[in-house]
C-alpha cells in the first residue's frame, strides 16, 4: 500500500478524500482561533505520504556552477539563524465548490476552509541560498526549484518554484521550517522541513522538501507547468495553453462567513446575529477592512477587526472578524448575508465567480454569500 506512511488524523476534520488525503478545518473552530492548532490545520496531498528516514535524510541545494550542499536536519537547525513568521496557508483552489457552482470545473470540490494559520520556525531561505553561494547579479539564477520525497506512480516527485525575487528577498521571510506551532512539522504538513512561502499559493509551499534547485527556468513539475494556473472564463480544456499561462504565485485579497453556516435556523427574537469569519490576501498586504451586508449588498456595516498586528507588506496572517447583524422586527425566512474584505492596496473582491470563473477553479475570492433561515 503506497499509503502505509500516512498518518492519523483529528476526526474533526472535514474529509474530501482519503487516498491521497485531502481534508478542510471544521469552519466554527477555525475562527475560534487566531492559531489554527495543527491537527485542525486543512491537508492538501497530492501523492501518499512519503517515508522518511532521518537517518538518511538530507537537504540537497545545487547552483550551478557551484559544487551542491547537502545538510542534515541537525546542520541547517546549527549552521542557520531560528526565525519565526505566523503565516496564513491557503489552497489555490479553496472555494472552488462556489465556482463549480456557476459552471462544472477540475478539481477537488473545496468549500471555504483550504486555508488555515500556523507560526513557523526555521531557516531563512536566503541565508541558505547566500551560503551557497546563489548571486543575485547571474542573470541565469531566475528560479528556485524546491523537490518533495513524495512521488507519483512514475517516481517523478511534487515540485514547484519561486521567483528568485521572492525567495532571496528577506523581507518576503520565505522559510525552510522545521517548526509548526513550536513543534516538529506533523507527517501530513511536511515533516522535517518544509517551505513557507508567506503570501503565496499553497501549491508552492512544498513540503517534505528534499532538494532546491537555482535555475534560469521554473520548476519542470506538472504542478508549475500544467496545473496551478488561470485562465480566462472563455477558455475551456480544449483551448488551454498552459505554456502561455503564468504559474500562480501571490493571493489575491479574500474573505469568508464561518459562523453561522449555510442554511443554519436562527431565531429572530434574539434581534440580531453574529457573523464570524476570515478574511486574507497575498504578498504581505493586510486587511484594511471587512464589510457585511445583510440585503444582498444594498447597504452595509464595518466588522470588528482582530489586528494581527504585523509590519506593512509582511503581513502574512489572516485577520479574524467578528460583528452583529441587527435582524429587523418581524423578519422572517431567508436571509442572504454577504462579506467582503478590501486590503492594504485598496484590492477588493469581485462580487461575483461570473469575470473569474476558470477552468480549474482556483482562486475564486469573489464576494462569499451564505443563506440562513429566520424563524
Ligand atoms: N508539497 C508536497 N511535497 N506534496 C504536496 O502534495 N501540496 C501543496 C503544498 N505542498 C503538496 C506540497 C498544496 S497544493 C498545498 S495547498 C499545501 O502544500 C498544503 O499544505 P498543508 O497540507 O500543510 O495544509
Ligand atoms: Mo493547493
Same mark, same amino acid.
Given at each position: 500500500?503506497?499509503?502505509?506512511?500516512?498518518?492519523?488524523?483529528?476526526?474533526?476534520?472535514?474529509?474530501?478524500?482519503?487516498?491521497? $488525503?485531502?481534508? #478542510?478545518?471544521?469552519?466554527?473552530?477555525?475562527?475560534?482561533? $487566531?492559531?489554527? =492548532?495543527?491537527?485542525?490545520?486543512?491537508?492538501?496531498?497530492? @501523492?501518499?505520504? =512519503?517515508?522518511?528516514?532521518?537517518?538518511?535524510? %538530507?537537504?540537497?541545494?545545487?547552483?550551478?556552477?557551484?559544487?551542491?550542499?547537502?545538510?542534515?536536519?541537525?546542520? @541547517?537547525?546549527?549552521?542557520?539563524?531560528?526565525?519565526?513568521?505566523?503565516?496564513?496557508?491557503?489552497?489555490?483552489?479553496?472555494?472552488?465548490?462556489?465556482?463549480?457552482?456557476?459552471?462544472?470545473?477540475?478539481?477537488?470540490?473545496?468549500?471555504?476552509?483550504?486555508?488555515?494559520?500556523?507560526?513557523?520556525?526555521?531557516?531563512?531561505?536566503?541565508? *541558505?541560498?547566500?551560503?551557497?553561494?546563489?548571486?543575485?547579479?547571474?542573470?541565469?539564477?531566475?528560479?528556485?526549484?524546491?523537490?518533495?520525497?513524495?512521488?507519483?506512480?512514475?517516481?517523478?516527485?511534487?515540485?514547484?518554484?519561486? =521567483?528568485?525575487?521572492?525567495?532571496?528577498?528577506?523581507?518576503?521571510?520565505?522559510?525552510?521550517?522545521?517548526?509548526?506551532?513550536?513543534?516538529?512539522?506533523?507527517?501530513?504538513?511536511?515533516?522535517?522541513?518544509? *517551505?513557507?512561502?508567506?503570501?503565496?499559493?499553497?501549491?508552492?509551499?512544498?513540503?517534505?522538501?528534499?532538494?532546491?534547485?537555482?535555475? /534560469?527556468? #521554473?520548476?519542470?513539475?506538472?504542478?508549475?507547468? %500544467?496545473?496551478?494556473?488561470?485562465?480566462?472564463?472563455?477558455?475551456?480544456?480544449?483551448?488551454?495553453?498552459?505554456?502561455?499561462?503564468?504559474?500562480?504565485?501571490?493571493?489575491?485579497?479574500?474573505?469568508?462567513?464561518?459562523?453561522?453556516?449555510?442554511?443554519?435556523?436562527? &431565531?429572530?427574537?434574539?434581534?440580531? !446575529?453574529?457573523?464570524?469569519?476570515?478574511?486574507?490576501?497575498?504578498?504581505? %498586504?493586510?486587511?484594511?477592512?471587512?464589510? !457585511?451586508?445583510? &440585503?444582498?449588498?444594498?447597504?452595509?456595516?464595518?466588522?470588528?477587526?482582530?489586528?494581527?498586528?504585523?509590519? /506593512?507588506?509582511?503581513?502574512?496572517?489572516?485577520?479574524?472578524?467578528?460583528?452583529?447583524? /441587527?435582524? =429587523?422586527?418581524?423578519?422572517?425566512?431567508?436571509?442572504?448575508?454577504?462579506?467582503?474584505?478590501?486590503?492594504?492596496?485598496?484590492?477588493?473582491? /469581485?462580487?461575483?465567480?461570473?469575470?473569474?470563473?476558470?477552468?480549474?477553479?482556483?482562486?475564486?475570492?469573489?464576494?462569499? %454569500?451564505?443563506?440562513?433561515?429566520?424563524?
Amino acid at each position: 500500500d503506497p499509503y502505509r506512511f500516512d498518518p492519523d488524523r483529528h476526526p474533526a476534520l472535514k474529509r474530501n478524500t482519503e487516498k491521497p $488525503f485531502n481534508a #478542510e478545518s471544521p469552519p466554527e473552530l477555525l475562527v475560534d482561533n $487566531f492559531i489554527t =492548532p495543527s491537527s485542525l490545520f486543512f491537508v492538501r496531498n497530492h @501523492l501518499p505520504v =512519503p517515508e522518511v528516514d532521518m537517518k538518511k535524510y %538530507r537537504l540537497v541545494i545545487e547552483v550551478q556552477g557551484k559544487k551542491p550542499i547537502s545538510l542534515s536536519l541537525q546542520d @541547517l537547525k546549527k549552521k542557520y539563524k531560528k526565525h519565526t513568521i505566523t503565516a496564513t496557508l491557503q489552497c489555490a483552489g479553496n472555494r472552488r465548490k462556489e465556482m463549480s457552482s456557476q459552471r462544472p470545473v477540475k478539481g477537488l470540490s473545496w468549500t471555504f476552509t483550504a486555508i488555515s494559520n500556523a507560526e513557523w520556525s526555521g531557516v531563512l531561505l536566503v541565508d *541558505v541560498l547566500k551560503a551557497a553561494g546563489v548571486s543575485l547579479d547571474d542573470p541565469k539564477n531566475c528560479h528556485v526549484q524546491f523537490e518533495g520525497l513524495d512521488k507519483d506512480e512514475s517516481n517523478n516527485p511534487y515540485g514547484a518554484s519561486v =521567483p528568485i525575487e521572492i525567495a532571496m528577498n528577506p523581507f518576503r521571510e520565505v522559510l525552510l521550517a522545521y517548526e509548526m506551532n513550536g513543534e516538529d512539522i506533523p507527517t501530513d504538513h511536511g515533516y522535517p522541513v518544509r *517551505v513557507i512561502c508567506p503570501g503565496i499559493a499553497g501549491a508552492r509551499n512544498v513540503k517534505w522538501l528534499s532538494k532546491i534547485v537555482v535555475s /534560469p527556468d #521554473e520548476s519542470p513539475s506538472f504542478w508549475q507547468q %500544467r496545473d496551478y494556473k488561470s485562465f480566462s472564463p472563455s477558455i475551456d480544456w480544449d483551448t488551454a495553453d498552459f505554456s502561455k499561462s503564468p504559474a500562480l504565485q501571490d493571493f489575491p485579497i479574500t474573505s469568508a462567513i464561518c459562523v453561522p453556516s449555510a442554511g443554519q435556523k436562527i &431565531d429572530g427574537e434574539d434581534g440580531e !446575529i453574529t457573523l464570524k469569519g476570515y478574511a486574507w490576501s497575498g504578498g504581505g %498586504r493586510g486587511i484594511m477592512r471587512v464589510d !457585511i451586508s445583510a &440585503d444582498g449588498g444594498k447597504t452595509w456595516q464595518v466588522a470588528s477587526l482582530q489586528k494581527p498586528g504585523q509590519r /506593512p507588506y509582511q503581513e502574512w496572517s489572516w485577520t479574524l472578524w467578528e460583528v452583529d447583524v /441587527p435582524i =429587523p422586527e418581524g423578519f422572517k425566512g431567508n436571509m442572504e448575508l454577504i462579506c467582503k474584505a478590501v486590503d492594504s492596496s485598496h484590492n477588493v473582491q /469581485p462580487d461575483s465567480v461570473a469575470g473569474i470563473w476558470n477552468l480549474r477553479g482556483l482562486m475564486n475570492n469573489s464576494w462569499h %454569500r451564505i443563506n440562513v433561515e429566520v424563524n
